[in-house]
T-cell receptor, first 108, second 119 residues
Framework: DAKTTQPTSMDCAEGRAANLPCNHS???????VYWYRQIHSQGPQYIIH???NNETNEMASLIITEDRKSSTLILPHATLRDTAVYYC?????????FGPGTRLSVLP | DAGVTQSPTHLIKTRGQQVTLRCSPK?????VSWYQQALGQGPQFIFQYYEEEERQRGNFPDRFSGHQFPNYSSELNVNALLLGDSALYLCASSPLVPLTRNGHTDTQYFGPGTRLTVL
């Protein structure tokens, strides 16, 4: 079973920030938090990952709470092309256990 | 720099047949993992190959087997196909980072997948 829980779906207005939450209350000390997204029928696309500190790259920001029991993926200026299923995964040295993810719909 | 590639893109088979799917990892990656994704669900881990050996395996029957070649490319074989094997098959590659005795699999990069339909 997946070690994460995410909302089933979310909507976001185009141009606004999309904030996708993820709960991982049983995360172990050495497990990383990974985010991927999957646009219809394509392979999952890597977005970002982190261990303890907040991370930012050209695609998104990852905010991890101090107790590491939850995290938020932030897409700063969502576009229609960001419509996808977003997966939050916790893992160390093991292969990924995917949950159902969050279906993000970016609306014009 | 080529990413992960998979072939074929689509495949149609009938029940009882056998199928072979192929994967070439991203340049610099030596670990290959295979996942099965049924319609409307998240991907499920099948197995992982490193140094031409199966290192980890998910909850899949022996009908699912694999191979890794010296150039790190990999094949997934499925025998005695069932209707329920219809799915998107994903290959992911990563470098194995030897941070501990068991190693740590770094970020996985996925290929576009092979859509298998069993009739």
């Amino acid at each position: 079973d997946a070690k994460t829980t995410q909302p089933t779906s979310m909507d976001c207005a185009e141009g606004r920030a999309a904030n996708l939450p993820c709960n991982h209350s049983t995360i172990s000390g050495n497990e990383y938090v990974y985010w991927y997204r999957q646009i219809h029928s394509q392979g999952p696309q890597y977005i970002i990952h982190g261990l303890k500190n907040n991370e930012t790259n050209e695609m998104a920001s990852l905010i991890i709470t101090e107790d590491r029991k939850s995290s938020t993926l932030i897409l700063p200026h969502a576009t229609l092309r960001d419509t996808a299923v977003y997966y939050c995964i916790v893992s160390y040295g093991q292969n990924f256990v995917f949950g159902p993810g969050t279906r993000l719909s970016v609306l014009p | 720099d080529a990413g992960v590639t998979q072939s074929p893109t689509h495949l149609i088979k009938t029940r009882g047949q056998q199928v072979t799917l192929r994967c070439s990892p991203k340049s610099g990656h030596d670990t290959v993992s295979w996942y099965q994704q049924a319609l409307g669900q998240g991907p499920q881990f099948i197995f992982q190959y490193y140094e031409e050996e199966e290192r980890q395996r998910g909850n899949f029957p022996d009908r699912f087997s694999g191979h890794q070649f010296p150039n790190y490319s990999s094949e997934l074989n499925v025998n005695a196909l069932l209707l329920g094997d219809s799915a998107l098959y994903l290959c992911a590659s990563s470098p194995l980072v030897p941070l501990t005795r068991n190693g740590h699999t770094d970020t996985q990069y996925f290929g576009p997948g092979t859509r298998l339909t069993v009739l």
